[in-house]
Nanobody
């Protein structure tokens, strides 16, 4: 079973950039679908971006399309989320998720993933 550890969160001014990383241990995530979700206080956890079955396809929430990019290293041990043009509404705890059995139509659903990291806080000041 893959285990996930996120890093890279922090405080940034509106318009700035951050790069989140999600390191897998225990095995590579080759063949897995990897995703980033976020949860703001008082809100439901929402889908941000995914990389379906390793890096075969990427998919983004409309709210981040064109600003965020999901990618992985060649060894399939780390997934990144490059976040540009950050806005106060992007402020949340960001979680990395993985699952080996996600189907295409379910990749935006949090309940499709059985492995989660601990989360990393992203704070955007206006």
């Amino acid at each position: 079973q893959v285990q996930l550890v996120e890093s890279g969160g922090g405080l940034v001014q509106a318009g700035g950039s951050l790069r989140l990383s999600c390191a897998a241990s225990g095995r590579t995530f080759r063949g897995y679908t990897m995703a980033w979700f976020r949860q703001a206080p008082g809100k439901e956890r929402e889908f941000v971006a995914s990389m379906f079955r390793s890096n075969a396809y990427t998919y983004y929430a409309d709210s981040v399309k064109g600003r965020f990019t999901i990618s992985s290293d060649n060894a399939k041990t780390t997934v990144h989320l490059q976040m540009n043009s950050l806005q106060p509404e992007d402020m949340a705890v960001y979680y990395c998720a993985a699952d080996g059995s996600v189907i295409w139509s379910s990749q935006t659903r949090a309940d499709a993933y059985d492995t989660w990291g601990q989360g990393t806080q992203v704070t955007v000041s206006s």
